[in-house]
């Protein structure tokens, strides 16, 4: 995992070094050193809940801006469902699409109608029992990066199916070369994205050497130009090939919902998520025949690079499913290899292990365990680490030293005073 | 060093707490770079036990012991004691009340479970004293 590719940054200039980011951190993936957060790249799964708190507006995400649809001859746009959440009155989504055509994109494929064919073929598959239950969505990168750095065991778990993006991608692709002629290289896929987990997937795929998306350009990015083209519109063109299933994969639910069993479960919330993650680890949660997790609150909806509420798009999502047809996307048997995977998601344990060699590992921890007992426990994450077993991590690793700690540095100074004041 | 000791005590007051030292024990092998099986093998049986525990005995202490290629884990309590023990490695035997089974616990998969995930598993009870449940995990080469 060196030299992983993060959409998430920091602009050090606005960053004041101060324990938002650091605490809020699932992974606990940021240390504040010299006054400026520093993101542990191995642990690091783009959630992008740094992105959310920040108060300074110190963390963002790398994304493309529209221009950069311009190296291509052909310009693809796919707009994740969450799109279609962030308009007011909307009561047709081809006033969206045809938006997206009026902002520069030649052809749009949206993700949704990926998403009904991995719908259809999750379903074949929980049919035909050829996966190892419960069975975890891979819709989520973030949630997949969090399997795969943090619990081994369900690596396995992990449906081998390729998300809605990487699918509407190979779909839209194959068209359009099938309409012009051109060669894959000319043709430019833009997904338009409600989240940096899915840009980071984009560059760094879990599931393949190379994604089919070119690039991405965030919902919050496009959002003024598209809210002005949308606007201006003459003429609605007929665009939209999506039914109700593949646009309610936007919330959390949908996904499950769309699975057209009883024995699903769906959890949104990057903190629920790992609760759910623990459990199934554990084998409390039984009798699950398919698991929908949503790193955001709400699911797709909640992505950081969104502009709405989460649940007033929720709602209106709700609203636009309802004179949708069920679903207009079907499953042809032969396109069901190239939805597959191309790698097996393998754990990766260097991202919290603390040595290679399982005798090291364990000296290391005993001394942990001996400087943690000598903190104060307070977690006020002053020192630049999370919590103080973060921090008795970071001195046994040699990045930290006690003092870094102001509570000991404090005490320290105390007794010097005192010897002083006591010899005067 | 050859291992790593952890103590935890189990509450009996609160249901919801049951598995804080099973979590712990999981996320400390997890740092260890320890085989992932064994992991495995180790928090579903702990998670087990530590439900017995708070359901049937009141809580206790948990004692574990890791070592590179087998972790010991002890499981102490001063219940009620088990007064027949091979009635209770039946897979569908339970006491537990009512109120725990609408919880998803108690089906009487607890002891057969914790054999099944461990290769060895002993128990010592007595009844109106307490029992001492010892578990061990091997890494499996």
Known sequence: ?????????????????????????????????NGKAHILSERCIDCGECIRICPHHAKRARSNQLEDIEQFKIKIAIPAPALFGQFNNLDDIDIVLTGLRAVGFDFIYEVSRGAELVSEATRDMIRENKLKKPIISSACPAVVRLIKIRFPELCANVMPLLAPMEVAAKMARREVRGMTGLPDEEIGVFFITPCPAKVTEIHSPNHAEKSAVNGAIAISQLYPALTHAMDHLTTVESIAKSGLIGVGWATSGGEAAAMLGEKYLAADGIENVIRVLEELEDEHIRDVDFIELNACSGGCVGGVLTVENPYVAQARIHNLRKYMPVSLNHLDEKDLDMMLWEKELTYHAESFALSDDIVEAMEMMDQMEKICANLPGLDCGSCGAPTCRAMAEDIVKGVAKETDCIHKLKAKIQSVYDQLSSTL | ?????????????????????????????????????????????????????????DGGFVDVEIYPDHVDVLLSDKGPGIPDVDKAMQEGFSTAPDNVRNLGFGAGMGLPNIKKYTDDMRIETKLGVGTDLYLTVRVNQ
């Open chain 2, 1 to 57: 060093m050859s291992s790593i000791h952890l103590h935890y005590d189990v509450s009996g007051e609160d249901f919801t707490r049951a598995g804080e030292a099973s979590g712990s024990v999981k996320k400390r092998l997890k740092a260890l770079g320890y085989n992932t099986d064994a992991i495995r093998r180790v928090a579903i049986a702990m998670y087990e036990a530590e439900i017995n525990m708070v359901i049937h005995a």
């Open chain 1, 1 to 33: 995992m060196k030299n992983y590719f993060h959409s998430v940054e920091l602009d050090a200039d606005k960053c004041c070094g101060c324990t938002n980011c650091l605490k809020r951190c699932p992974t606990e993936a940021i240390r504040i050193h």
